[in-house]
């Protein structure tokens, strides 16, 4: 009878808890990391040829849970259903490209990792060389993406309100083919994203416009409140950045010149040896000083 009263009182909480939205999340003693990702957003997160799921940003969490002795459950997800995905525990972080601009107050964040650009990328043929030049033309994007973000942005309306349309597509993939069919006049996309798919295709047929869309950052989005996952997960990033395999990473995946892990460390060496040298220079002065006092 305890038994049955006991199996009740439990079905009653648990269904309390579904019932009153509280975020579900693993915590730092799970063995499971689940990440989503967008199967199709290289070199971030995608499907090589021989249909294993890898990318630079999945690379480092698999040495992280390997680190660890966790296991890591790549999870591909519909990019518009991410927030749902996590909030429900159906995965514990989003780590693939995913910006923290914008959304700092909506996720537990780690450290910014890599710094990113939105860019516009048009046929090399298209006449097209500036963002001025957009005017009138009819412009891609990917379904709630940083880009689409970027371009409704009060910073960029006149920009988006010049285009003939905006339009979103599912995935980059679709954004180049319309490019090729003539329907779309250039694509918005973060530039590490648009190196990727100007290597995988025709050399020479697309280009990047000089000028950015917008500048930010990218770090792993972690459900609001996980900060115990987080601060687990990221501790172990840093001693890969340590060891120099966030570096080999960042080369093999050609995010190298993206990387600003270390960034802040530098900052402040700097800042220091400034303050030193600064020190160094008021106690010359003030020897200086001293020493013209007694001689007075």
Known sequence: ??????????????????????????????????????????????????????????????KVCDNLGWELVKKPINW?????????????CIWNGFTINGREDDYTWSDPYLNNEQVMVVASDSGIETLADL?????????????????????????TDSFASLTENPDYNTAFMNIDSGAADAVAVDIGVA???????????????????????????FAKGNEELRDTVWAEVMKLYDEGEIDKLAEQYGVADMLCL?????????ESTDAAEENADSDEAADADTAEDEAE
Do not use: H, W
Not at 47 to 52: K, L, N, R, V
């Open 1 to 62: 009878m305890k038994k049955r009263m006991l199996a009740i009182m439990m079905s009653a909480l648990v269904a309390a808890g579904i019932c009153s939205g509280v975020t579900v999340y693993a915590d730092a003693d799970s063995k499971t990391l689940t990440v989503g990702f967008d199967a199709e957003y290289p070199p971030f997160g995608y499907m090589d040829e021989s249909g294993e799921y890898v990318g630079f940003d999945l690379d480092v969490a698999q």
């Open 135 to 159: 005017a009138g033309k009819n412009v891609v994007v990917q379904a709630a993406s940083a880009a689409l973000d970027a371009l409704n942005s009060d910073d960029n309306k006149d920009l």
């Open 80 to 92: 518009d259903s991410k927030d749902m995905e996590l909030n429900s525990g159906n995965i514990d």
């Open 195 to 221: 190196k990727y798919q100007l290597a995988q295709r025709e050399e020479g047929k697309y280009k990047i416009l000089d000028e950015p869309i917008q500048s930010e950052q990218y770090g792993i989005g």
């Open 262 to 270: 270390g960034d802040e460390e530098a900052d402040k060496t700097e």
